[in-house]
């Protein structure tokens, strides 16, 4: 077609402009009342106050909110939850890096093997596996024992607290980073690396300074990702934590089924949300330094 | 890629990283023949009592029932809305609809634990807390956008010339859509469907704020299982699933190859 | 060429009966058609009648509205302003599955979820033709284009020009009042063009359908067609039948788009008169301008290599000059001669039957034309 051929209304537009509203109110109807509205109304509900008992009262206070980040407890929570998710975003970081670097590194059937290969447990729920590390982490497991058999007297506790949970997230979160980091992987292109081995560096020092400067956009991307779901993470913390690890996705579910107080649980998931468009804007401020 | 190292403690390493990705996810394999009453690795016997236990437990049962149709009429419903949805927004681009394709992919940004607390207290006030209409809603919010985004992609890449040579020789729009529209758009369709059946179907954070005494799901089940109880009945339940989800993907891989060699 | 199947033609003989057979008004009709997008005028003032059974190029380089004009006729747009009658009906604002119209388009646009038969029966589907009746038609318009044999076949199975054939089949099965197509032939190699242009034009004259056809390749134009619209830049700059665009150009754009050109840039020193560096020339056609330049076709000039000493101007109907060769060009059938006189790039073209005396390069001749063959134009500069 000519050069000139700036799109027209296409061939069947012969439906009219209402048909497009029409076409998109089912749509939209969902999104408002399954999406729009909660989130709203969410908001709104961190300003009303909570009656012990069960009850709501509809007010404007601000009392949730001074809760949130003056109360001790809570306090406690959302440091926990920062460093918990940090130290898990870490752990994952180190655990991946060289899978995906190998990955990298490798081509044609053994690499779509191995991709195939970190993507599949996600196709297996999260229950599933964290039902997998109770196994494999419990005392009479075989990892405790595996230690105890190597002589250690008091093995540390695996399960049910946060160490657990940390061994949990990690492998749970593994799969997003390796993704992320290949993702970020593409600057590296070996002819970097052969140019360095030329000029006499170690693998050490090429590692150092080529390969993980090139590679630093794609571990800012995993680390947003991986810190985000971690952050976030309800499952794990949840059925590895027996009980023990307070977390900011615990403490709203709890606060919102067992103690009824809508409130505070919707405040606890606002500051999930700034925590999230924190993390964000951190990312895309490093991105632009990075460049 | 020539020239790399990849020597052998790197590989030494990446493989004893990866069993650490994939142990927890093969261990329910064994773990569900295990004899034993407990949970526990490894097995100290081996039995299918676990796998038989399950015929008789009416919980498990029913709670995949319910998933099941969950999961079916959701993926229905997330065709009949999306697919009109693409329409508007790629074919007849109405002013505003771009806005709005962005808007509702965003549910797919937000954590579930939020989506599933301001669900919940606005189900609570309308009264469709513990309804099955009212879980088919919240699971709608999340399959949408995963529908929206492979049916969009579906649907650009549907020629326009050919719905223009139905148009001149004689089809009015809607038989336009019907004969040559839909049918190339086929392969899209498909995946969308399994997408979102399988989206529906393992949901379980928004789920659990939302199930009653009457209603639950197979991933709710799961979890409460798991919860507060430690036997080898869970891992019966996902050597199951997988298989599942398998035959599942298997089949629409199935229905795709056909459809390809169909269209181009 | 294989003999045609005429029941098709038959067919549409009978329909078409039902008119006047001395219809004098134009079958197509375009008047003041105009498409605007924002500022920018993608079609303007475009006026074309069309008599029924002709065959009609819009021809013009890329850009030029050519296919945005089609795609009005065809309804796939709608007009900013203008009228568009076939046979005296206005169709300008009726959407394209009323309009009865054929389109085969550049891609051809098969159906690629259907065989070749049914996408040549999807027009008699949406028709209701009943199906022996279809499937007789369809066996019709397959042999029609020779491509009977593949009626099982997918599309993504057949070859480039098979699927323009069934692209065509499928758009003429359905008898349409006029027939569209969108540069149909440019995704072809050269010798398949050249079958399919015969090809289709065999087609058209036996149906006698009414046919618009877009088109960049002015060869395709001026081959195929009865009559040659010339556009550019939104707008018409010439109609009229090949001979007419080729021998009568009436803007230096046809001149120098249709058919090769040489051109002299000069100054009009006197009516149908212009002079330059290396001499002074006589022209067929004036103009008010001072600045110009006068256009010949390379084929009209003649070389002679004897020296003649020449004067500026030969008596009689011809003029003439001298010129040193700079090179020459075999191109198959035929030679160019390119030269140099003054400064001024003239190149001479003769059949390689005609021409048994090739000099070297330097070499100095006298180059003739008649001033017939000599279009004076004005020069914007």
Redesign the interface.
Known sequence: ??????P????????G?Q???A??L???L??V???I???L??AR?SFNEYVPGGGIREAFILGNWIKAIADPFNLQLIANSITLSLGVTLATLI??Y??A??IH???GRWRSL?IF??I??L??????????????L?N???IIRSIKALGVENPPRLLFNTTGVMI?LT?IL??YMILALLAGFGRLD?RFE?AARSLGAT?AQTFRRIILPLTLPGIALGWLLCF?LAI?S??TP??MGGGRVFLL?TE??DQ??VTLN?PV??TL?IL??IL?GISLAVYTRLLKRLD | ??????SWP??A??FV??L?????????FP?SFSGDRL????PSSWSFRWYQSLWQNELIISSFLTSLSLALVVTLLSL???I??V???I????PG?EF?YN??T??LL??????G??????FATIGLLGTFHGIV??H??VT?PYA?RVLAVALGNVN?AC??AA??LGA??LT??RRVTLPMMMPGIIAATALCFLVSF?E??IT??LTGPKLTTL?VE??RY??TS?DPM??CV?VL??FF?LAIIMIIDRAMGLTQTFVR | MKPVNIKISEASLAQQSGRSSIDASPYLRLDKVAKR?GS?E?VTDFDLEVPRGDLVALLGP???????TL?MIA????PSSGTIRVADTDVTNL???RRDMGLVF?SYALFPHMSVARNVAFGLDVRSVPDQEKRRQVAAALDLVQLGKLADRRPRELSGGQQQRVALARALVIQPSILLL??PLSNLDAKLRDEMRTQIRDIQQELRITTVFVT?DQVEALSMCDSIVVMNG?HIEQIGTPYQIYEQPASPFVASFVGRTNRIPGRRTDSNRLDFAAGAIRTATDVAETNVEAMVRPHRISVSWTNKGSGPLLPGDRNSLQAKLQRVTFVGDMIQFHFDANGVALVAEQSSIQAHDIREPGTEATLSWAVSDTRMFGRAE
Not at chain 2, 39 to 42: D, K, Q, R, T
Not at chain 3, 75 to 78: A, C, D, E, N, Y
């Open positions: 077609m000519s050069a000139a051929a700036i027209d209304k296409p061939a069947t537009s012969g439906l402009g048909t497009g509203l076409l998109l089912p749509i939209v969902v999104n009342i399954g999406f509205i909660p989130m109304n969410l509900m655990v991946s060289p899978i670097l190998y590194w490798s081509s191995l290969l970190v599949a447990p196709l297996t729920s999260a229950v599933v596996r964290t039902y997998g590390w109770i196994a494999l419990s009479d497991g075989p949990g492998e593994m799969p070996p052969e693998p985000v976030s309800f499952v949840k059925l996705a709203i579910y919102a089924i809508w649980a919707a998931s999930v949300l999230f | 890629m020539e020239g790399h190292q990849l790197l590989r390493l990446v990283l990866m650490f990705l994939l142990a927890p996810a093969l261990l329910v773990i949970l526990s690795f490894p009949a809305i999306a009109p949805a329409y508007a927004i074919r007849l681009k109405t609809s709005l808007l509702f965003a549910p937000l954590p579930t634990i939020v989506l607390l301001a669900i919940l207290i606005i809603l919240a709608l919010v949408l929206l326009l719905e223009e148009a001149s009015g729009p336009v859509v393992d379980l954070v659990l704020f991933p799961l979890f798991v919860e430690a869970v891992a996902s699933l997988f989800t | 997008y920018f993608a890329s850009g030029c509205g050519k296919t945005t795609r309804g796939l747009i709608t959407p394209p599955h550049q969108d540069e960049h939104g």
